[in-house]
């Protein structure tokens, strides 16, 4: 640690929290004594809060005014078309704004990207093998523009049984279903 | 080097500008998240899927796509503050518990879901999820009057109330 600066991946891998507790010690230590790493770290912070905000925007706006807009039309189907109508028109409206904000997103991604993977003053100890894996060090890491999908973390079903599995609903997108096998009695009110 | 630094830094704050420009102070708040319960009553009696409920696409797949009916029973906007669970009560009189654990750095939300019987814990103990915002997950397979309890769960609503 004491002959060079943190590597990419090793400073990525401290801002996403994989490292084990010396491991993170270490980088710790190194970013106390060293500026440069330092800023580095920081643009990560910057980079997370900004694609964070951009993102999580643009898919709370589309997807959710889409999907309560169909259940609220689906809860008031007795009433006329209208609202339908009129929700889809708002949908319309509330669009654009998140596509821009998704393609500046990508934009500065993109960008970012680039810039990291243009030739530079080695800062990282590895060899020629670590260029690959810096390159795709955003693409995969936590602050990835790509949102990731839903996923159980774990589940109990108690005196169940039961089944966890996905539904594709989309090239690389997907969401958790848990199905109770239920075996108990019908429950009506408490 | 320094100027690449400096381009990429550049770069971040006119893209992190725009981005605050458009978007809204609360969705930044990151230590309450809204959420949205609603349950479906499936059933494989005749009758009719409501049409709004067919055009969300994870319905329309195996195995919600067997029923032949599905009505929208209930739906419940809440909104979740870290580590305080909110109770809604179900149709059939359980009740689904739903808490939210963290905020991940990714945008996702941690959740923890459990449904249970008043006073008991038994039925659905514990249910950890890392939801994306705006793709409901579905916990099914509860049997309602003749049906199959559908219950989709969406985090990440804005709060519109102001
Ligand atoms: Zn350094």
Redesign the pocket.
Known sequence: MNTG??EDELLQRYFDGELSNGSAAEVKQ?LES?E??RRRHRSLERLRAFINMTVTDAAREVDFNALYGRIEAGVDKARDEKKVVSIRTRLGATLRRPVLIASVALAAAVMIIIFRTAPSEPVARGGAGRKRSERTVLVDSRSAIKLRNSEVVQVDFGANTGTVFEIALAEGVSTPVVWINDEADEMVGP | MKRRQQIISAFIFTAAFLSATFSRPEARASESVAAEVFVILASDRDGTIAPALARISALRQPPFNGFRSMQVLQKSEIELKKGEPVTVTLPNGRRLMLKLKQQMPDGRSKVQLSINRPDQKDYLPLLEVIAKQGEPFFVAGQKYQGGTLVIGVGIGKRVSNG
Do not use: A, M, Q
């Open positions: 600066h943190l190194h060293c440069s790493c």
